[in-house]
């Protein structure tokens, strides 16, 4: 089984160390199964894997509520659906097979059957536990991997040019455009500011066919690139040309908020963490 080292991942994430703090824990994180890809996009057209899983939390939680009333009809319908779903797990990923808790899956059933609540609720425990014990170990792995968008084979065009770029590189030609921003403000250039402000609210709208390319639902883009940011970017403008470097300052770090770091909360973590995984 591979395993990755949490201490590594978040030293490359951030890019450094305080040479004063303690030496953290070493946490190891798990690789799952190869199998399990398959069950994911875009090797599988539906999220195959995740729809079991909804499947299962949804029959345990059914599972619960009719046995706490005493139902038995409703409580051995779900616990049949439930048990089915559950060892369908072992089909789906074979290596999983011995993680599996089989057994508590058979009292469950078995217990259903007899309407014998109390051995029902006992069962039902085992099979969470198993549940919660593979999440801890796997989740949050299985998101990076098989959750996070593939940028790579996406390209962009800068404003004003022909030439399409990475993703990657683009999003570096929009921190240098911000950077750019500021470092003319500092020197008391706000002519040059305005001109690398007009581009960087140019190049920041050509993101759109990109982002279009999984957030099909316009107001899931409109969130990063829509009305707040144009509006930033239009305080921005005025206030160079005004010369108000403080409202100015304001201005770009509303536009570096809404329009990045948002995003960046969402997209950048996993992207940088799926990348050091593969």
Known sequence: MKQLHLAVICTCLLGFTWQTAPAAEEITLSRPPAS????????SKRH???HNMFKLRRELQAVKTYSLANDQAHTKKWADLLV???RKIKDMVPEWEDELDIASAD?????AAAGDFAAVTKSLKKL???????HREYRAVAAALYRTPDYSKLRVTPANTEASVSFRDYMVHLQELVNGVVIDMQDDNMQAAGTTAKQLEQDLQQLRPSCNSCHTNKAAVDYYLG???RSSMEKLSDALKSGDKKLAGRAIGETALNACAHCHEIHRALYDLTGLMK
């Open 36 to 43: 399990l890809a398959q069950w994911y996009k875009p090797a």
């Open 48 to 50: 195959l894997w995740l």
């Open 84 to 86: 089915g779903h559950y």
């Open 107 to 111: 009292r469950l059933t078995a217990a």
């Open 128 to 134: 969470v536990h198993s549940c919660n014990s593979c």
């Open 227 to 229: 009305e707040t940011t």
